[in-house]
């Protein structure tokens, strides 16, 4: 067992402690926080009248349920 004189051998420690566990019981991303499906064009067209909107894209993203990096390549690609 690491020594948990640091945070990044208490981070280690937890790691190795439950990643077996975890493992197990199948670990991972949790997506029903996410919408994995491909956006459809009224996504993308929602997306660009909150930009209009003066929203700032984090908060079009938490709007949407779409990941951070897709509201912004969407937004870029429509200027």
Not at 59 to 79: M, P, Q, W, Y
């Given at each position: 067992?690491?020594?948990?004189?640091?945070?990044?051998?208490?981070?280690?420690?937890?790691?190795?402690?439950?990643?077996?566990?975890?493992?197990?019981?199948?670990?991972?991303?949790?997506?029903?926080?996410?919408?994995?499906?491909?956006?459809?064009?009224?996504?993308?067209?929602?997306?660009?009248?909150?930009?209009?909107?003066?929203m700032n894209v984090i908060?079009?993203?938490?709007?949407?349920?779409?990941?951070?990096?897709?509201?912004?390549?969407?937004?870029?690609?429509?200027?």
């Open positions: 067992m690491l020594r948990a004189d640091t945070t990044a051998n208490r981070c280690l420690e937890l790691v190795q402690r439950h990643c077996p566990r975890l493992m197990r019981e199948g670990g991972g991303r949790i997506e029903s926080y996410r919408k994995t499906n491909k956006m459809t064009q009224e996504d993308i067209n929602q997306i660009i009248a909150l930009k209009n909107k003066n908060e079009i993203a938490i709007e949407t349920g779409f990941s951070l990096s897709s509201v912004k390549r969407h937004i870029k690609n429509a200027k």
